[in-house]
């Protein structure tokens, strides 16, 4: 019997599993241990199990802002699927708890159809509650942090907490939370009525737009951030690098800012697209492209290094030497 069925903690757990199975990208080596969880309870249980183990967790969502190493992840990554709603009433508006496992573009769907309005522009993001509070996702103008209240997370130092959105230093796709260690449980958010009819639309337009501009292709949708006042896509299209292809990761000829999965692509085939879409932007074009995507798990240093030049004194390459 293992430590956590002993405690009677729950989840389905799996030894030596492929990430490869479970991120958008279809890319990634085995996690030690890959553990699915549908009750806090049992996401407690594990966190504190391994903090207790001196054993290192990651908490994932479903895996679609992630490039996970080819070697995989040492010690527990646990999949949240908790995924409960409750609505919670007040005097000026519509207040959801939102569990931290429940899928962002379904609750924006739901919503939608209740007639309530502000989460319509994440219809087509494909990840978590807690996955897009750390990255502040957004897009069509919208993001998180605008209807985003407070949240109800374990901290670094296993205390429960509530924190407003104030406190959560969110900025364009960032927060406080990157690599820090807390979990997130739940989150608040506020909502306004409106006409279900112009609601559904508005789903409608922005689903119509993602299928002609998005890749089918396995990703991790866009890879770089959009530099101050550009596009990050335009300047990788006028380096002439659309297209380009390593292994089986390409520069999606449709989008630039998409590096797709063909087929077989390993993690150090798009971390080579990476670096040379860096290289060659700041060489071309003198902007150093900030990543968007997160690079987790055991990369070898020294895999990758190549010729970095000046690209090799910023914080990108601090981060993550294997670029
Ligand atoms: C086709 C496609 C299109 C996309 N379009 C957009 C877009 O338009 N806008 C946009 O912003 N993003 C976009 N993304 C990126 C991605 O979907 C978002 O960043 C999403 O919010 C990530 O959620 P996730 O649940 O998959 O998080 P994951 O990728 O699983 O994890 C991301 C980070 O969140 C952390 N995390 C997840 N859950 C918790 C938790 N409960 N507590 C603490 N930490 C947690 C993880 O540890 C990790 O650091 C796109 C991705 C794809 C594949």
Request: hydrophobic share 40%.
């Amino acid at each position: 019997m293992t430590r956590a069925e002993e405690e009677g903690i729950g989840g389905q757990a799996l030894a030596d599993e492929p990430l490869a199975r479970h991120t958008s990208y279809r890319i990634g080596g085995p996690a030690d241990l890959y553990v699915v969880v549908r009750r806090e309870e049992d996401l407690l249980g594990w966190v504190t199990l391994a903090r207790r183990e001196g054993v290192s967790y990651f908490v994932m969502g479903r895996g679609t802002n992630l490039l996970v190493a080819d070697e995989g992840i040492r010690g527990i990554v646990i999949e949240n699927r908790c995924r409960g709603v409750r609505s919670l009433t007040r005097s000026e508006g519509i207040l959801l708890r939102v569990q931290a496992g429940g899928s962002l573009p379904s609750l924006a769907r739901r919503t939608a159809k209740e007639g309530l309005g502000g989460l319509e522009w994440a219809v087509g993001i494909p990840g978590t509650v807690g996955g897009a509070i750390v990255n502040n996702a957004g897009a069509y103008g919208g993001s998180i942090a605008q209807r985003l209240q407070q949240l109800t997370l374990l901290d670094s130092q296993g205390f429960l907490r509530r924190m407003a959105v104030s406190e959560l230093g969110l900025g364009y796709r960032t927060s406080r939370f990157k690599g820090e260690g807390s979990v997130i449980l739940s989150a608040d958010f506020a909502l306004q009525a409106e006409s279900r009819d112009l609601l559904l639309q508005r789903v409608a337009s922005y689903e119509r737009e993602r299928r002609k501009s998005q890749p089918k292709e396995p990703s991790a949708g866009s890879v770089f951030k959009n530099p101050e006042g550009d596009y990050a896509g335009r300047l990788i299209e006028e380096a002439g690098l659309k297209g380009e292809r390593i292994g089986d990761a390409q520069i999606s000829p449709l989008h630039a800012n998409y590096i797709v999965n063909l087929g077989q692509a390993r993690a150090r085939d798009v971390a080579a697209l990476i670096r040379l879409v860096r290289e060659r932007v700041w060489q071309k074009q003198g902007v150093l492209l900030e990543l968007e995507i997160e690079l987790v798990g055991d990369w070898e240093p020294g895999e990758l290094t190549a010729t970095m030049g000046i690209l090799g004194q910023d914080k990108e390459w601090r981060d993550h030497p294997q670029l």
